[in-house]
């Protein structure tokens, strides 16, 4: 039995060892994932403060959509970055995601607006993305999704899309 042990335990650690330096080689920015189509809701619900349909505006260009609450602590956390990309003249669509409109209100009011539009979505644009939770990020080129960022997303996250 222990000469079985002495050549079974060797066999196995080398097999693992094979397995982890072959996942090592392994590019995982090679992998496409493969995201749903934009909703069109989303280009034709009215604004909530310009009360105008984005409608074809963002076509050629590349923006952020960022589903928020006023309820969700880490999309506090995030909101700063949010802010200084504002400054930096990226356009931000804003999906409130089942919140009370005063509370929206109250929270943009206080922490700052940095969307070009703000979209309160009851659930249907959110299940129309496979949103898993707020905050959730959809980075856009020319109305495709190249890459999605579940959780708060903060200033290295986004070096690929500036």
């Known amino acids: 039995m222990n000469k079985i042990k002495i050549i079974i335990i060797p066999i196995i650690l080398l097999a693992i060892a094979l ?3 072959l996942n090592l080689n ?3 920015n090679l ?15 009215l604004s909530y403060f ?3 349909r984005i409608g074809n505006n963002l076509n050629d260009k590349k923006y952020m ?7 969700c602590a880490p999309c506090l956390a995030e909101h700063p970055t949010f802010m200084k990309l504002k400054q930096k003249g ?6 409130n995601f089942r919140d009370e409109e005063s509370n929206l209100n109250q929270w943009l009011n206080e922490h700052g607006n940095p969307y070009e539009y703000v979209i309160r979505d009851d659930g249907d644009i959110a299940f129309k993305l496979g949103l898993i939770g707020v905050p959730e990020t959809y980075f856009i080129d020319k109305q495709i999704i190249y890459k999605k960022i579940q959780g ?6 986004i070096e690929e899309f500036l």
């Not at 992998?31 to 619900?45: D, G, N, T």
């Not at 959509?65 to 309820?71: K, P």
């Not at 990226?90 to 999906?95: F, L, P, Q, R, V």
């Open 26 to 28: 392994n590019d995982r």
């Open 65 to 71: 959509i960022n589903f928020f609450a006023s309820w």
């Open 50 to 52: 310009k009360n105008e």
């Open 31 to 45: 992998v496409e994932k493969s995201y749903p189509p934009l909703p069109q809701i989303i280009f034709e619900e």
């Open 152 to 157: 708060p997303l903060f200033g290295n996250d």
């Open 19 to 21: 397995v982890i330096i």
């Open 90 to 95: 990226i356009i931000i669509i804003g999906i």
